[in-house]
């Protein structure tokens, strides 16, 4: 089986853009956007595991049956995220007087 070669240009520019990413993440943590702080957060490591992922861990290169497994994985990520996030989001709904 013949491995795909992966100039160094490539990684260096996917380096600088986890670089930019990390600083976007420290910046965002600065700004106070309320409930959306965490949102922001997640997005921004979501796009820097997708570069690691993609170019790092050459799944770029790799079969179908390999995407579709990363596929999943991070549908299954989503589905837990979203529902500690619900959990979490709507824990000051209910009061309870005794």
Known sequence: M?????????????FAALLIGTALTIGAAFINLHNFNIVVALLIAAVKATLVIYFFMHVKYASRL???????????????VSITMTDYLTRGWFTYVP
């Open 2 to 14: 013949s491995e795909h070669i992966v100039s160094k240009k490539v990684y260096y520019a996917i």
């Open 66 to 80: 390999t995407k579709l497994c990363v596929a999943l994985g991070f549908i299954w990520l989503f589905i837990i």
